[in-house]
Structures are given as C-alpha cells and as structure tokens.
C-alpha cells in the first residue's frame, strides 16, 4: 500500500512550546491529508482536515488557534500544536489517500507535555 | 463527528475459532466502510473494506455489510495470538477520504 511517513515518533515538550508535526506521504501526492487525535483507550477522532495550498478544515470543537495545520505541498502538511498544556498530551495521527478509496495512516506521534 | 458504535471488550476467543466484531453506524449517507487493526501504541493499519451490501472475503477476514440494518461487522476464522488487537470500523461518507471511526473493538486470541 501506499506509504505515509509522520515524524518525530515521540517528543516531550514542556508547557507553552510549541510542538511541530510533519505528515508526509512518500509516493504519491495527496491534496487532502486528515489529522487524528487518539486518546488512551479510546477511538481516532478526526481533528481536521488539511487541504493543499487553501485553508483547514476544523471539525467542532477543534481550535484553530490551538492547532495550526499547514499544508505546503501535495506531499506534506504540518500540525503545530501551539502553546501546549498537559491537557493536549495525546497521540496524534495523520492520514492520506492516493485518490482511491482506501486511506493509509502515519506512523502516529506521541505527545507528552510536561 | 459521525457515530459510530463498538462494543469495546474484550472479547475473548480461543485459538482457532471464529471472531466476530460489530459495527453499527447512524449516517444512512455512508458509502465506504473498513475495518483496521490496531496494535497498542501503533497506528492503525487497513484490514477491510466492503461497499455494498453482503460479504467480502479476504484469506482469514469475512467483511459483512447490510445497509439498510447499517451494520458492518468483521469475522476472522481461525484466529490466532497475533490477531490480538483493537478493530477499528471506520465509515466514510460520499467523499471517500474523510473517515469516521468507532470506539473499537479489543480482541484477545488466548493460546
């Protein structure tokens, strides 16, 4: 399948950095790549969606302010989480889709604000 | 978000039988649906998909979809240790890239 490179793995931050994000998918091009959020023990929730060379779409609830997505190119988009609390420790996850029906996931980040 | 219902688990099978996961969706809009595994501390990777009504077989993994029930559910024979895992279902709507995910599924294949 199609690969999705998402980087850095894990990081540890401390409260009121800012932490970067880089979703890239390796061979093909997306104009559309999705950010998720994974709680402990609980389900993907879909944060956004990242559209190439336009705005982000933020699902309800979501800030924008919070959670700044760039998306700079058919092949990469960014999630910078902006002033980070503890409260925003969690597993970020990235999607893509070639164009067909199936989407392939980022190898997730693990963030913990401390 | 969309809602998509699991029963989180456990659900606990012996080596060799038959799992079967269930999925119910509220949008009668969804078009797409899949079933991903996910192992602890990993991203989820695609297991299924199915589109129309019936079953879809893929090795071991049976897909079954009924539209007008909306209900999606995954069957794995023969199971084995490693399919111990959370099941993700997943729906999309008329664009396909936009998932929506259930709460999923923890399975534990027991030795």
């Known amino acids: 399948g199609a690969v999705v490179s998402q980087h850095p793995s894990r990081v540890i931050c401390k409260s009121g950095t800012s932490v970067k994000i880089e979703c890239r998918s390796l061979?093909?091009?997306?104009?559309?790549m999705f950010w998720y959020r994974q709680f402990p023990k609980k389900s993907l929730m879909l944060m956004a969606t990242?559209?190439?060379?336009?705005?982000?779409?933020?699902e309800q609830g979501v800030e924008k302010d919070k959670f700044l997505i760039n998306h700079a190119s058919l092949t990469l988009s960014t999630l910078t989480v902006t002033s980070a609390h503890p409260e925003d420790s969690s597993f970020y996850i990235c999607?893509?889709?070639?164009?067909?029906?199936?989407?392939?996931f980022g190898q997730g980040t693990r963030l913990t604000v401390v | 978000q969309k809602e998509v219902e699991q029963n989180s688990g456990p659900l606990s099978v012996p080596e060799g039988a038959i799992a079967s996961l269930n999925c119910t969706y509220s949008?009668?809009?969804?078009?797409?649906f899949f079933w991903y595994r996910q192992y602890s501390g990993k991203s989820p990777e695609l297991i299924m998909s199915?589109?129309?009504?019936g079953d879809k077989e893929d090795g071991r993994f049976t897909a079954q979809l009924n539209k007008a029930s909306q209900y999606v559910s995954l069957l794995i024979r023969d199971s084995q240790p490693s399919d111990s895992a959370t099941y993700l279902c997943?729906?999309?709507?008329?664009?396909?890239?936009?998932?929506?995910f259930g709460s999923g599924t923890k399975l534990n294949v027991k030795p």
């Open positions: 949008d009668r809009g969804s078009q797409s």
């Open positions: 990242s559209n190439e060379g336009s705005k982000a779409t933020y």
């Open positions: 999607s893509a889709s070639p164009g067909v029906t199936e989407a392939f």
């Open positions: 997943a729906v999309s709507l008329y664009n396909f890239n936009k998932f929506y």
């Open positions: 199915i589109y129309s009504n």
């Open positions: 061979d093909f091009q997306a104009t559309t």
